[in-house]
């Protein structure tokens, strides 16, 4: 089992519609969580991080923690064209040499 | 959020020759910063953690000897690619944890080794 899990895509969703983004990670003791979006050919830009349970408003973003399920989501509401890129889960585990573990990212496309 | 600048943006070379790339902390010391490298299509890898005023730690299967990391300062770390070979021809990206514990991403360099 991978230790971020993600489903890589492509995710297609209409402009204006809600895009729902999923991950899921295998270690309990994680305690910070972000998400990152990337586009073609640049490095990954930061957008959320959350800590604790529940859901974390920023814009058109929210991310959504639920630790029992080990479940991390990213709502992107109002889709734009521009949101079409590949968004990264990332895990914070202190139990792994204390370094961050990526997932192998959502590739999202919103079709005009 | 925190600014990490990575240098050079794009860079080609001949194969067998070192070529050094540079990641600077621009609003915030770093102990540690990462070393990444993507290929096209392909998910991040770790390749490194750079530790200033220690050793870096590599992942397993990066050669150290090839992939040099130099942490000198709270601000600086450098990856020499040493002897570079079309096959290291790669998207080489760091990055560095700010205080807050976010982590912030340089914007990468472009390696095409001919």
């Known amino acids: 089992q991978k230790e971020v899990e993600q489903n890589s895509g492509p995710l297609s969703v209409p402009e204006g519609a809600i895009a729902s983004l999923n991950c899921t990670y295998s270690?309990?003791?994680?305690?910070?969580f972000f998400w990152y979006r990337q586009y073609s050919g640049k490095s990954p830009e930061l957008i959320m991080s959350i800590y604790s349970n529940g859901d974390k408003e920023d814009g058109r973003f929210t991310a959504q923690l639920n630790k029992a399920s080990q479940y991390v989501s990213l709502l992107i509401r109002d889709s734009q064209p521009s949101d079409s890129a590949t968004y990264l889960c990332a895990v914070w585990s202190d139990s792994s040499a204390s370094k961050i573990i990526f997932g192998s990212g959502t590739r999202l496309s919103i079709r005009p | 959020g925190a600014v990490v600048s990575q240098h050079p943006s794009r860079v080609i070379c001949k194969s067998g020759t070192s070529v050094k790339i540079e990641c600077r902390s621009l609003?915030?010391?770093?102990?540690?910063m990462f070393w990444y490298r993507q290929f096209p299509k392909q998910s991040l890898m770790l390749m490194a953690t750079?530790?200033?005023?220690?050793?870096?730690?590599?992942e397993q299967g990066v050669e150290k000897d090839k992939f040099l990391i130099n942490h000198a300062s709270l601000t600086l770390s450098t990856l020499t690619v040493t002897s570079a070979h079309p096959e290291d021809s790669s998207f080489y990206i760091c990055?560095?944890?700010?205080?807050?514990?976010?982590?912030?991403f340089g914007e990468g360099s472009r390696l095409t080794v001919l």
């Open positions: 609003d915030f010391q770093a102990t540690t």
């Open positions: 270690d309990r003791v994680s305690q910070s």
């Open positions: 990055s560095a944890r700010d205080p807050l514990g976010e982590l912030f």
């Open positions: 750079s530790n200033e005023g220690s050793k870096a730690t590599y």
